[in-house]
Nanobody, 124 residues
Framework: QVQLVESGGDLVQAGGSLRLSCSAS????????MGWYRQAPGKQRELVAR???????NYADSVKGRFTISGDNAKNTVYLQMDSLRPEDTATYYC??????????????????WGQGTLVTVSS
């Protein structure tokens, strides 16, 4: 199985910065992509930023120019640097990974895993 552990959520004032981290562990063969999603109370979960193993990134329009996703392939870790935070960025942030894992002797299967979420609160 694959487990994701997030950290870095906190309470911060508007205009401040936070850095989220997400590390994947388990029977991982390879990771195709890792990304960050967020869900505010009463709203649907939405993509914030995503990075593929080749380094391709994409961002939600609402965070472009303020958030930066980066990763360490060797550590199966992805980061989200969040600058110029706004109250509307308040949400629980979830990490998601897709890839291949060991399924048995000489067997692999694809996986999709989610972290438990980390709360980011931006005060005005």
């Amino acid at each position: 199985q694959v487990q994701l552990v997030e950290s870095g959520g906190d309470l911060v004032q508007a205009g401040g910065s936070l850095r989220l981290s997400c590390s994947a562990s388990g029977s991982i063969v390879s990771i195709n992509s890792m990304g960050w999603y967020r869900q505010a109370p009463g709203k649907q979960r939405e993509l914030v930023a995503r990075m593929t193993s080749s380094g391709t990134t994409n961002y939600a329009d609402s965070v472009k120019g303020r958030f930066t996703i980066s990763g360490d392939n060797a550590k199966n870790t992805v980061y989200l640097q969040m600058d110029s935070l706004r109250p509307e960025d308040t949400a629980t942030y979830y990490c998601k990974a897709n890839g291949w894992r060991v399924a048995g002797e000489n067997l692999q299967t694809n996986f999709e895993a989610w972290g438990q979420g980390t709360l980011v609160t931006v005060s005005s």
